[in-house]
């Protein structure tokens, strides 16, 4: 067992479960004085973060601090703000049986949570979730992603210098360790990954009747309507699909279109490929690299799944796989079976919006659906007539930096939603009270 302090899971769950009863983690002063601490941490070793992400996934440093730390500053900072007034307790309508009562309810702790993060966003995805069960007035239990070895470390390390070590503790570790854990009775378990892991979490919480909030991925599809500007959506595509080397749960996994916007869009992706990472993107600090040889060799398994219109260059060493747009590409190839998570975006033509919408309808509900239409008929009938955990009008990916806004999915993108208020609501007991005098 590696963690912070080298106890065992089940010492740790008490040691936090002991801080938890002796109310400390409740009052505001608490929350607010721990959201700071992990500013501070945050602020004072975004460096040494960024170089651990760089270490990790090959993150540009300016990559490093939009995605993951500044992003995870933000998100504390809006709740700072709100945090009192998200917290006051809210009135209900009482009926007219009940005569002079009254009745309201308020947001309680749950107690002790477990976070279990991924390795591509690794700092965002486990602090974010923390300063949430924080905010909340929880302890946690913090287990960062073992194939981000760099990022675990060093989160592992600051944590405890930074916010109260009896109510926060790291554990670091892989499957076993992970198990360990999952055998703990825990009030929530927060966990991001993939959906097969998602079922054995939920297996090990069901055990203790634990809830759970499963942010899953999912391949999520981006519509391009015929009579759009495809050099603009083309330059928005790039930017998003090839962030983090498209190692991004919310990334558009694949383009859906008309034969004849296909056949606008590739040329205009190509250029758009070229003029963001340069002739040789191999060359290009914005490109991160792939997390391991298991994601390298999956993913350069699918490059032959359509007509090669960009890209398609690899290199194992570096675990290096060039920016790849693919065209003719058929619904039932290797692409197209599951989440891609990697740096090859697919054109697949559909004859429409008709067919479109019934293409995503067949399909498992994605964790975001993505439309570039000049139309708002077009955008009304997509959010009306098609599930996914969120949806992107013009941009994709930019909706998860809306901290009013609930990100998480829905069927096998996952269940539950964080950021902001949502967070204050995931890690917290709503609880109804009723007041009737005796007089
Ligand atoms: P990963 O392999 O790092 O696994 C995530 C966590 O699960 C790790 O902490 C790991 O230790 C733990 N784990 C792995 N196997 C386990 C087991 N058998 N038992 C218990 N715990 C285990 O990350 P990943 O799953 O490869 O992440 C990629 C997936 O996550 C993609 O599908 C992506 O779409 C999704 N994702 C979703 C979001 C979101 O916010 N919805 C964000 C990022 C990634």
Known sequence: MVNSTAEQPAEVVARLRTTYRTGRTKPMSWRTGQLRALRSLLTEHGQDIAAALHADLGKSESEAFRTEIDF???????????????????????????????????????????????WNYPAQLLLAPVAGALAAGNCVVAKPSELAPATSRVIAELLPKFLDADAVAVVEGAVPETTALLEQRFDHIFYTGNGTVGRIVMRAAAEHLTPVTLELGGKSPAFVDRNTDVRKVAARLVSTKFLNAGQTCVAPDYVLTDRETAAELEGALAEAVQETFGADPAESPRLGRIVNDRHFDRLTGLLDSGRLVVGGAYDRENRYIAPTVLADVSPDSAVMAEEIFGPILPVVVVDGLDEAIAFINDRDKPLALYAFTESQAVRDRLVAETSSGGVGFGLPVAHLTVSDLPFGGVGESGMGRYHGQYSLETFSHRKAVLDKPLG
């Open 72 to 118: 995870t500053v933000r998100e504390i900072d809006h709740t700072l703000e709100r945090l009192e007034g998200w917290l006051r307790p809210e009135p209900a309508e009482v009926p007219e049986h009940l005569g002079d009562a009254r009745a309201w309810t308020v947001l309680d702790p749950l107690g002790v949570v477990l976070v279990i993060a991924p």
